[in-house]
């Protein structure tokens, strides 16, 4: 019974909305105007969305309206002791989308003016764009990049929004450009809020509310906001194809999160993914890790990073046959003399590595210029010192693949005989030290003498 008697009255209602409508936009001054709002302004087709309407405690009912009509959506009786109702859409489609308002009547009143326009997009109804930036996603603080969106089956609008800022979101007309739709959102000069992940969506022009599937999500990572750290290889920089590598970022205290990048030609690093510890074990090596990396510093939940280290380059060897070292004149050198070392190889390569065994120092290098047989690079020590005594090795490489070594020489034991020039400075600093300490014990002594002979005698003239 109380189904079959409500449903005149919300006839009634209904009638009274469309009958008297002139009638009650006269009254709507006299009822406060409502407010509107969903659970969600974004919804998936095929899921659920509620949307509220807040009117007075005096309703006796809510309509809800879309896109402006004259025939409520949907109407609602109030919540039992409230001033609210709840609309329900149960599997929203591409016919759900668009503009939402609602209004409320009293027996008192009549009927209440509309709220402002809620829109109620709906996504997933067609395929999903793509989105890129340019020159990369990796940017340094205060510099612009490009984010793209394409389509080749939309047309009409694009839409760039951030994850977690929902008010940054952007809209954008789409234009051809080589075959395919595209959208292109400057974004910059860069600076920490532009940090995120960031996905594009495209929609028909005459169905704005109707969007596609998201996009695949870009992370705009932001670098040069804190100090660079710096880069170092255990066991060292230059290594034999399967020896083990460990490369470590070294940064001030306070970062807990660390990532490398390893340069590919021209290509900015495409995302920085960051680990909580510093060391980064490369395991056992190959010619495939030869290259030049860098690492970075942040903080934890952060798209904010450090500037790059500085590169550290990384030579694999292994690859090649190896060359010959010898010294000339010879390997026994005398102190302040020149001595050459000179690497050779059979093989035609054009770039030649010289490594002291035990040295921090990354390995010296030359690249031939004229290629002519015999292929060989003279490395010349001038004014040989004690620091320059000890193994060398030396590699070959070709300049196609710079980080590909060959295996090394065998090894060349550098002695320096003789002694070096004495720097007496020290040695004179002390003797005048010694001497002006003698003095002025002499003096002392000198003075006590004199002050002993002194007093008898002053002690008879009394």
Known sequence: MGGRA???TLTALVCLDLCLGPWNQVQAGALPKPSIWADRSMVTAGSTVTIGCQGSVQADVYHLYKDRGSKPFDTKAPQ???NKANFSIDSVSSHTAGLFQCAYHTHKNGWSERSDPLPLVVSGVYSAPSLSAHPGPVVVSGMNVSLSC?????????????EGA???SRHMESRIYQWRRQAVFPVGPVNTSHGGTYRCYGSPTLYSYVWSHPSNPLHLEVTGVYREPSLSAQPGSLVLSGDNLTLRCHSEAGFDRFTLTKDEGLTHPQGLHGQHIPDF?????NHTHGGRYRCYSGHNLSYAWSAPSAPLDILIAGMYEKPSLSAQPGPSVSWGENVTLQCRTEIRLDTFHLSKEGSLIPPQHLHLQNMAAPFQANFTISLVISDHEGTYRCYGSD????????????PLELLVSGSHPQDYTVENLIR?????????????????????????????RR
């Open 6 to 8: 409500r449903t005149p």
């Open 80 to 82: 039992v002791s409230s």
């Open 150 to 162: 394409s389509s080749q089956f939309i047309g009409g609008m694009f839409h760039l929004l951030k």
């Open 166 to 168: 929902a008010d940054l």
């Open 281 to 285: 074990p490369l395991g056992h090596v």
């Open 399 to 410: 300049s196609t693949s710079p980080y590909v070594l060959s295996l090394p020489s065998d």
């Open 432 to 460: 005048i030290g010694v001497t002006a300490v003698i003095l002025v014990v002499l003096g002392i002594l000198l003075f006590q003498a004199w002050h002993s002979l002194r007093s008898p005698q002053d002690a008879a």
